[in-house]
């Protein structure tokens, strides 16, 4: 009874191509986010959505779009990818005034 | 803009050797601080919310502490299990687009010898 999931795992794929990671949490939670965990494990917020909203947009590149379908759902595309993208992506959620729960991360390497 | 500092980056201990990690952390109007542990390959497993300074929090060996501007997460005579890397992250009190937003540090390695 996963509480987050990911999918993929694991991501290779070459610079400019189009990728895109599914998020689905399992928990009836309204609020979801995507962190990105750099080479030195530092974890920084890049989207959140609520009730397919989306609440908070940090300084990301355009070429990183978040997708919400519904409120158990969110999925992050990302156009022409860089070798800086490089990066373990981390989904997760939590109910409004409650603690944040995070999926198993999917790694990205772009060659 | 919030700010968290952990340290020390790295710490290795005997198995049985208490200690302490250190978050220092700046903040307008602390929501929460949170302390997550991370082992290789995973997503970060929550160990716990503080809310306001004196709180004090414990599960199994671990006890967190808050103070205005720092907590501490203390380990009572650890285990090789329990070697992985803990998170300090503090939501801050602004609404609107900062709801929910967690602003994390960058981590203690932590790595207990038998």
């Known amino acids: 009874d996963t509480a987050v999931s990911q999918t993929p795992k694991y991501l290779v794929t070459q610079m400019g191509n189009d990728k895109s990671i599914k998020c689905e949490q399992n928990?009836?939670?309204?609020?979801m986010y995507w962190y990105k965990q750099d080479s030195k494990k530092f974890l920084k917020i890049m989207f959140s959505y609520n009730n397919k909203e989306l609440i908070i947009n940090e300084t990301v590149p355009n070429r990183f779009s978040p997708k919400s379908p519904d409120k158990a759902h969110l999925n992050l595309h990302i156009n022409s990818l860089e070798l800086g993208d490089s990066a373990v992506y981390f989904c997760?959620?939590?109910?409004?005034?409650?603690?944040?729960?995070f999926g198993p991360g999917t790694r990205l390497t772009v060659l | 803009e919030d700010q968290v500092t952990q340290s020390p980056e790295a710490l290795r201990l005997q198995e049985g050797e208490s200690s302490s990690l250190n978050c220092s952390y700046t903040v307008s109007g602390l929501r929460g601080l949170f302390w997550y542990r991370q082992d290789p390959g995973k997503g970060p497993e929550f160990l716990f919310t503080?809310?306001?300074a004196g709180e004090e929090k414990e599960k199994e060996r671990l006890k967190a502490t808050l103070t205005k501007k720092e907590s501490f997460l203390h380990i009572t005579a650890p285990k090789p299990e329990d070697s992985a890397t803990y998170l300090c992250?503090?939501?801050?009190?602004?609404?609107?687009?900062?709801?929910?937003?967690?602003?994390f540090g960058q981590g203690t390695i932590l790595t207990v010898h038998p």
């Open positions: 503080l809310y306001s």
């Open positions: 997760a959620s939590r109910v409004a005034g409650g603690t944040q729960y």
């Open positions: 992250a503090v939501q801050g009190g602004a609404g609107g687009t900062s709801y929910g937003k967690l602003t």
């Open positions: 928990l009836g939670h309204d609020t």
